[in-house]
């Protein structure tokens, strides 16, 4: 990444002349005010239409280990994954070619591209490279978990600068689920609060498959049902949540692992107990409130106001 990349990708993110109709934006459907996601279930197209999956944060996505993207992975770069919202039917209703002529026609651009790369040329690699570079620059790491997590020797020790009711949520976040916890740590692995190398995972949303989401990419049948884990930092703003948003709010995320978890065939390991059967954390109504007050904890208010991130059309 340059800062000169990144602000090329910036202006590329926000420039709305680069989809069909003029009115749609890699913006418009990742909102920096709700942790690049959106707060609709589905967004909206540039006709209208609506996307099949939730539009997923962009928040820490350059340290997911796998480096694959979209909630079913078929990207197998950010590089390549950039491109794809251009050329979606529903999306933006573009072909390359014609997003590099609007890129082309707009007076501002060539001096951009020869800040970040040296020329004035426009081609649709750069254009990728530029957005995955501003992409990867959107991360977080000022909220109330990183202040407390600098005075800390681990993350599992008490924080100093966290109620009571945090510092159990973030007891019930790192515990295993033999020792009383929810072993959420075991999928929102890192400090990045992102996934780490186990790939795709199914947490028990259905019973039978609605999406066949990974399997529809890889051949193992063990990826039916499976989506990408994405980052927590900054969720208490990204609603709404999983991959269809079926869960409007923070509470019913938390209660859909203590108490709904379902025996789908591909369910994650990790959320099966020793029979081979759905987890059932059984947790109290203060503690699962306590969850929810740690989650809040990863909230990076910079990361809605940061400038650097934000609409350069403004």
């Not at 890699?26 to 909206?44: I, M, V």
């Not at 529809?216 to 999983?242: C, D, G, H, Q």
Request: aromatic share 10%; with cysteine; net charge negative.
């Amino acid at each position: 990444m340059t800062n000169e990349g990144a602000t090329l990708g910036r202006v590329l993110f926000y420039d709305k002349k680069l989809s069909a109709n003029g009115t749609i934006a890699c913006a418009s459907c990742h909102k920096q005010e709700n942790g690049f996601s959106d707060d609709a279930r589905l967004s909206p197209g540039f006709d209208g239409g609506l996307t099949g999956r939730h539009s997923m944060t962009l928040i820490n996505s350059r340290f997911y280990q796998r480096g694959r993207f979209f909630w079913d992975e078929r990207a197998g770069t950010l590089e390549e994954q950039v491109l794809q919202p251009f050329q979606d039917p529903v999306e933006m209703g573009m072909t390359l070619e014609q997003v590099v002529s609007a890129v082309q026609q707009q007076e501002f651009y060539p001096e951009l591209f020869e800040n970040a790369f040296g020329d004035p040329e426009i081609t649709s690699d750069r254009i990728s490279r530029a957005l995955s570079q501003f992409v990867r620059s959107i991360v977080s790491f000022s909220s109330k978990y990183d202040e407390g997590r600098a005075l800390a020797n681990s993350p599992g020790a008490n924080f100093t600068n966290f109620t009571d009711e945090e510092n159990l949520g973030k007891n019930l976040f790192f515990q295993t689920i033999p020792n009383g916890g929810g072993a959420c740590f075991g999928c929102h692995t890192t400090e990045a609060f992102v996934s780490a190398n186990p790939g795709p995972q199914n947490n028990g949303l259905d019973l039978v498959t609605t999406d066949f989401g990974a399997g529809a990419v890889f051949t193992n049948p063990i990826f039916e049902s499976r989506f990408k884990t994405t980052s927590l930092r900054n969720i208490e703003l990204t609603a709404s949540y999983m991959h269809d948003g079926r869960f409007a709010t923070l509470e019913e995320v938390v209660e859909h692992y203590n108490s709904g978890i379902q025996a789908h065939p591909t369910l994650s390991a990790a959320l099966r107990d020793d029979n081979g059967n759905p987890v059932q954390l059984n947790f109290t109504d203060s503690e699962k409130a306590a969850l929810v007050a740690f989650l809040k904890t990863l909230t990076d208010n910079s990361v809605s106001s940061e400038e650097k991130w934000s609409d350069p059309f403004q």
